[in-house]
Nanobody, 124 residues
Framework: QLQLVESGGGLVHAGDSLRLSCVGS????????IGWFRQALGKDREFVAT????????YYSNSVKDRFTISRDIAENTVYLQMNNLKPEDTGVYYC?????????????????WGQGTQVTVSS
């Protein structure tokens, strides 16, 4: 069973950058689509980005497209989320999770193996 742990969050100013990590254990992340989601206080969890099981395709929400980049390092068994030009509306707890087939899936109910999340706070 693939388990995931997120890290890398913090408090930053608008316009700053952060890189989140999603480290897998128990199994290789190769062969799993990995998704990043976020949840702002009082709101539902929302889709941010995914990377396909092969690592060759990526998919982003419109709100982060052109600012965030998802990537993976098989040797490190880690998926990254590089976040540039952060905005206050990017504030929230960021989670990663996995699924076997399909990567353009934005419904968090279709994912498994959720970690504890990492807090990202962007001040204006």
């Amino acid at each position: 069973q693939l388990q995931l742990v997120e890290s890398g969050g913090g408090l930053v100013h608008a316009g700053d950058s952060l890189r989140l990590s999603c480290v897998g254990s128990g199994r290789t992340i190769n062969g799993y689509a990995i998704g990043w989601f976020r949840q702002a206080l009082g709101k539902d969890r929302e889709f941010v980005a995914t990377i396909s099981w092969s690592g060759e395709e990526t998919y982003y929400s419109n709100s982060v497209k052109d600012r965030f980049t998802i990537s993976r390092d098989i040797a490190e068994n880690t998926v990254y989320l590089q976040m540039n030009n952060l905005k206050p509306e990017d504030t929230g707890v960021y989670y990663c999770a996995h699924r076997h087939l399909g990567y353009r899936i934005v419904d968090d109910r279709e994912y498994q193996g959720w970690g504890q999340g990492t807090q990202v706070t962007v001040s204006s």
